[in-house]
């Protein structure tokens, strides 16, 4: 079967930083993504993952480990604004997209 | 700016009656768009995927014949809820070939 857990709700302070952590069982891999959602608009694109390694963009910074069937979102200097649901999604052999659950992130003063 | 754009961004319709939403492309050509479906606090599932000139291929569980899908130029797939009732209500998103871009979304409430 194909599986995506990530944990329902974190909360961190502003200023801080948190990891958003994914695992992943699916049949076929053609990439791991990220998307952010907030609340009643449409999720937008934080990082593509298809290689082992980190890849960084400013303050967003995702891992990849396909050994593992593993991710993770590293936001840093968290702000207000970051919270948000956060979104992982495989991209199966398809094409198609596979997301998990979403994790629910509250940053608090 | 966005690349793909969905219309309307919100509609009320009747028990009973179909609604069309519409996916555009906006500065590339999409053979491929998906169309997902997220009820409120959970995630995104996908509904069917839309294959220019030729039939949509819908997941397992997403009655074809309720939810029509038409792809019938390289700039517009159109998503139409037949019949609609109040258990469709829910979030609409289209994203195209290169998957990194969403529509905007629609919500549809049926009442």
């Known amino acids: 079967g194909q599986n995506i857990d990530q944990p329902t709700e974190m909360t961190a302070t502003e200023g801080a930083i948190v990891q958003i952590n994914c695992t992943y069982q699916?049949?076929?891999?053609?990439?791991l993504f990220w998307y952010q959602q907030h609340a009643g608009e449409a999720p937008t694109f934080l990082s593509y993952n298809v290689l082992d390694g980190l890849e960084e963009k400013g303050r967003f910074s995702s891992f990849l480990s396909r050994s593992k069937g593993y991710s993770y979102l590293l936001l840093k200097e968290l702000q207000m604004k970051d919270s948000a649901s956060y979104l992982c999604a495989v991209s199966s052999n398809t094409g198609k997209l596979i997301f998990g659950q979403g994790t629910t992130l509250q940053v608090k003063p | 700016g966005a690349v793909v754009s969905q219309h309307p961004s919100r509609v009320i319709c009747k028990s009973g009656t179909s609604v069309k939403i519409e996916c555009r492309s906006l500065?590339?050509?999409?053979?491929?768009m998906f169309w997902y479906r997220q009820f409120p606090k959970q995630s995104l599932m996908l509904m069917a995927t839309s294959n220019e000139g030729s039939k949509a291929t819908y997941e397992q569980g997403v009655e074809k014949d309720k939810f029509l899908i038409n792809h019938a130029s390289l700039t517009l797939s159109t998503l139409t809820v037949t019949s609609a009732h109040p258990e469709d209500s829910s979030f609409y998103i289209c994203s195209a070939n290169h998957l990194q871009d969403f529509g905007e979304g629609s919500w549809l409430t049926v009442v």
């Open positions: 699916t049949s076929g891999f053609n990439g």
């Open positions: 500065d590339f050509q999409a053979t491929t």
